[in-house]
């Protein structure tokens, strides 16, 4: 049995490969293009700031490729503050059969959101993450305003049950 299962492994590896590539049966790619802004290497400042007033500085780094033959953006963060470092991977792409924008991240804390984004004109993405672990529901609001070519404006403000707990803003630009 393991032999049969075996034997048919080449045969669907080539029919992926074949729809992977081909338009004319996989249909054309999603209109992924409208992340294509996010492609390069960037690095900036920012901070987090909490309701009680205060706040810590952080720094990011984000490299970010396009993906899947053109139908996503992929991109590799990493935040870091006061003895906290977050890794992060993120993966931009357009639901085809519905323009729905989705931005996924997957983070080392542990942390997972498929955001629903939509752009607001050519320059701002606005990006809404809700999710309820152990009856607690958590809202992350988030905007990536294109502010030129090589400066990127993000902002996120994330609620617990309603009531704000955290507040994340940074200014990141292109190196290469």
Not at 96 to 106: E, F, K, L, M, R
Request: glycine share 10%; with cysteine.
């Amino acid at each position: 049995m393991l032999k049969l299962c075996l034997a048919y492994i080449p045969a669907v590896f080539a029919a992926v490969f074949i729809i992977g590539v081909n338009p004319a049966i996989a249909g054309d790619a999603p209109p992924a293009s409208a992340f294509f802004p996010f492609v390069g290497h960037w690095s900036g400042k920012g901070q987090f700031s909490f309701p009680d007033g205060s706040s810590a500085p952080l720094t990011m780094t984000m490299a970010c490729r396009k993906a899947a033959n053109g139908a996503a953006v992929a991109c590799d963060l990493t935040v870091r503050s006061k003895g906290f470092i977050l890794d992060e991977t993120d993966l931009f792409a357009i639901d085809p059969a519905t323009g729905q924008g989705h931005w996924i991240a997957v983070g080392s804390d542990g942390g997972y959101c498929d955001y629903a984004a939509v752009w607001s004109g050519p320059a701002t993405l606005t990006s809404t993450c809700r999710e309820t672990k152990a009856g607690e529901t958590t809202e992350t609001l988030s905007t990536s305003h294109i502010v030129d070519a090589r400066h990127l404006a993000l902002a996120s403000t994330i609620t617990h049950d309603g009531q704000e707990s955290s507040r994340f803003e940074a200014d990141i630009y292109k190196r290469r």
